[in-house]
T-cell receptor, first 111, second 119 residues
Framework: GDSVTQMEGPVTLSEEAFLTINCTYTATGYPSLFWYVQYPGEGLQLLLK?????DKGSNKGFEATYRKETTSFHLEKGSVQVSDSAVYFCAQGGNTGKLIFGQGTTLQVKP | DARVTQTPRHKVTEMGQEVTMRCQPI?????VFWYRQTMMQGLELLAYFRNRAPLDDSGMPKDRFSAEMPDATLATLKIQPSEPRDSAVYFCASGLVHRGILHSYNEQFFGPGTRLTVL
């Protein structure tokens, strides 16, 4: 069945380091792809999205490119801040509106 | 600024008691989702509704959980009787799904969650 797999965390980085969180998916169709972020004590918030192959989603310095050939949607940021510490979820969605989430990756950024 | 609201934000109850959680989706959204989040299981989809009709509740323990949408502005998730293993954060999310389009703009907006503790 359709699924999303993320790299296991926690990921611990120093401030201003480069971030990559890997995400791959399996799907029978052509899903939309999303990254959500969850800050401590809060609900999930949409960080960025891409609706078709080769689209690049970007927001707040984060980027991810929809790669159909490698079925991937890796999240990147050039220079992380302490305030980026959170749990990041990769997800795919189809025509039903239902999202399939990965297991989440915890990012800890140290000053 | 449209937001999904959930009440209560925190609930502590004793085993066997009934628990009702409420969600107000964003006005105009036609799809509502209920999720449960725990450390062990991560984020699990319990049920979801489209235009107030239940589409899928296969993720929900049927014997004790029930989900309804009495009207377009209110979704409820009820547990009766509650058990300690139900302790979790329960999230409601809403979205607008355009049917018949190959790539649905199925972004979901999450509420702040209800943290449930069953003693």
């Amino acid at each position: 069945g359709d699924s999303v797999t993320q790299m296991e965390g926690p990921v611990t980085l120093s401030e201003e380091a480069f971030l990559t969180i890997n995400c791959t998916y399996t799907a029978t169709g052509y899903p939309s792809l999303f990254w959500y972020v969850q800050y401590p004590g809060e609900g999930l918030q949409l960080l960025l999205k891409a609706t078709k192959a080769d689209d690049k989603g970007s927001n707040k310095g984060f980027e991810a490119t929809y790669r159909k050939e490698t079925t991937s949607f890796h999240l990147e940021k050039g220079s992380v801040q302490v305030s980026d510490s959170a749990v990041y979820f990769c997800a795919q969605g189809g025509n039903t509106g239902k999202l399939i989430f990965g297991q989440g990756t915890t990012l800890q950024v140290k000053p | 600024d449209a937001r999904v609201t959930q009440t209560p934000r925190h609930k502590v109850t004793e085993m066997g008691q009934e628990v009702t959680m409420r969600c107000q989706p964003i006005l105009g959204h036609n799809t509502v989702f209920w999720y449960r989040q725990t450390m062990m299981q991560g984020l699990e989809l319990l049920a979801y509704f489209r235009n107030r009709a239940p589409l899928d509740d296969s993720g929900m323990p049927k014997d004790r959980f029930s989900a309804e949408m009495p009207d377009a502005t209110l979704a409820t998730l009820k547990i009766q009787p509650s058990e300690p293993r139900d302790s979790a954060v329960y999230f409601c999310a809403s979205g607008l799904v355009h049917r018949g389009i190959l790539h649905s703009y199925n972004e979901q907006f999450f509420g702040p969650g209800t943290r449930l503790t069953v003693l």
